[in-house]
């Protein structure tokens, strides 16, 4: 058990609909990454925060947002949705920023289905 | 830009062999960070090794061992007498120094699986 959790473990919706994904991190830990996994992209990096702040972003389409809020959880609003949106979604979380001194410790994912 | 190839899709060995998992890397960075995960078939990504670029000392953990070489960009990976429990897909990743914001790139992953 990494200490990371997210919720829900499945979710099941239709196209075009909105749903919510939710990541509490570890204990102590600031950063909190998002991960898409899918079977065409393979495991990419969606957008990171630190602390409430964006620190980065990657290949995030315009229709998904996320936040991480003061208690530091986070949570990947994907909205508008398509059936190629189905992937596993990992959110991971480190202490800090930066690979340099801190690992990432990835939970158990929420693996969404669109239909 | 930072891409991560691991040419071996699928690798299939029986219980007790020795297992190499390749993992070749691009980046212009000078300062980088790679890392090994295994992906069980349970799903969860589990963290198995962080190496910097300075540091090119072969590491040792158990049956575990990896190889990093700059000179021809790989940071291989090798189970010594494997079991079925090593079944699971392994992924190499890369991250950025500059900026550092840790943020990591993923090759395609390798799946082991392990026979009795």
């Known amino acids: 058990d990494s200490g990371v959790t997210q919720t829900p473990k499945h979710l099941i919706t239709a196209t075009g609909q909105r749903v919510t994904l939710r990541c509490s991190p570890r204990?102590?830990?600031?950063?909190v990454y998002w991960y898409q996994q899918s079977l065409d992209q393979g495991l990419q990096f969606l957008i990171q925060?630190?602390?409430?702040?964006?620190?980065a972003k990657g290949n995030i389409l315009e229709r998904f947002s996320a936040q991480q809020f003061p208690d530091l959880h986070s949570e990947l609003n994907l909205s508008s949705l398509e059936l190629g949106d189905s992937a596993l979604y990992f959110c991971?979380?480190?202490?800090?920023?930066?690979?340099?001194?801190?690992?990432?410790?990835f939970g158990p994912g929420t693996r969404l289905t669109v239909t | 830009a930072q891409k991560v190839t691991q040419a071996q899709t699928e690798i299939s060995v029986v219980e007790k062999e020795d297992v190499t998992l390749d993992c070749v890397y691009e980046?212009?960075?000078?300062?980088?960070?790679l890392f090994w995960y295994k992906q069980p078939p349970s799903g969860e990504l589990v963290f198995l090794i962080r190496?910097?670029?300075?540091?090119?000392q072969n590491e040792i953990s158990g049956r575990y061992s990896w190889n990093f070489q700059k000179s021809t960009s790989s940071f291989n990976f090798t189970i010594t007498a494997s079991q079925v429990v090593d079944s699971a897909v392994y992924f190499c990743?890369?991250?950025?120094?500059?900026?550092?914001?840790?943020?990591?790139?993923f090759g395609q992953g390798t799946t082991l699986q392990v026979k009795p």
């Open positions: 991971a979380s480190s202490e800090g920023f930066g690979a340099a001194s801190y690992e990432q410790y």
């Open positions: 204990s102590g830990d600031l950063s």
């Open positions: 925060y630190y602390n409430g702040e964006e620190r």
């Open positions: 980046t212009r960075d000078t300062t980088y960070y």
């Open positions: 190496r910097n670029s300075f540091d090119e």
């Open positions: 990743a890369l991250s950025e120094a500059p900026g550092n914001t840790g943020k990591l790139i």
